[in-house]
T-cell receptor
């Protein structure tokens, strides 16, 4: 089965800096790749979706890239704020019932 | 518009007991899913449904059963609970035929189950 790798160590950054989170997958490339935010004790919330044929997608302070050659997606938060502190999950999607979720990377933004 | 609602939010069971988790969505979604989330493991798909009356196995279906008698509800059952089923369970839904879709999953807030 597909293996999704996200940095299990927390990422600690200073407010105002850009946070970059990495998602690597094995085997074949997904048709889509989604990113979710999860706060403690809450369910994941959808942030962005990028398609296989898209190199980059932006939404406000968020940017996602998708490199099918490297089998990697990068998730960027620019001008980070303490409110951005959460765990971020990547989810390569192969069809409607095949989402493989990574275990997530915890982001801590310090004031 | 409540989205996806899960009940109960917390439950403690003894080994061998049975229980049912209920998921309800009010977005007229066709697809519904049950995931479990364990530390360091990510979300793993247990069972899913593509419509009323249909269910299918996911990645880790053993020890669980599901039913989707009504479109808005998706039930997850544990017939004989085991300590290995201690986890946080999330229900999700997606895809509506009568509105545009982004492909995203809408999650409930989770049900925390402990099996002693």
């Amino acid at each position: 089965s597909q293996k999704i790798e996200q940095n299990s160590e927390a990422l600690n950054i200073q407010e105002g800096k850009t946070a970059t989170l990495t998602c690597n997958y094995t085997n074949y490339s997904p048709a889509y790749l989604q990113w979710y935010r999860q706060d403690p004790g809450r369910g994941p919330v959808f942030l962005l979706l990028i398609r296989e044929n898209e190199k980059e997608k932006r939404k406000e302070r968020l940017k996602v890239t998708f490199d099918t050659t490297l089998k990697q997606s990068l998730f960027h938060i620019t001008a980070s704020q303490p409110a951005d502190s959460a765990t971020y999950l990547c989810a390569p999607q192969y069809n409607f019932n095949k989402f493989y979720f990574g275990s997530g990377t915890k982001l801590n933004v310090k004031p | 518009n409540a989205g996806v609602t899960q009940t109960p939010k917390f439950r403690v069971l003894k080994t061998g007991q049975s229980m049912t988790l209920l998921c309800a969505q009010d977005m007229n979604h066709e697809y519904m899913y049950w995931y479990r989330q364990d530390p360091g493991m990510g979300l793993r798909l247990i069972h899913y449904s593509v419509g009323e009356g249909t269910t299918a196995k996911g990645e880790v279906p053993d020890g669980y059963n599901v039913s989707r008698l009504k479109k808005q509800n998706f039930l997850l059952g544990l017939e004989s609970a085991a300590p290995s089923q201690t986890s946080v369970y999330f229900c999700a839904s997606s895809y509506s035929r009568d509105r545009s879709n982004t492909g995203e999953l809408f999650f409930g807030e989770g049900s925390r189950l402990t099996v002693l």
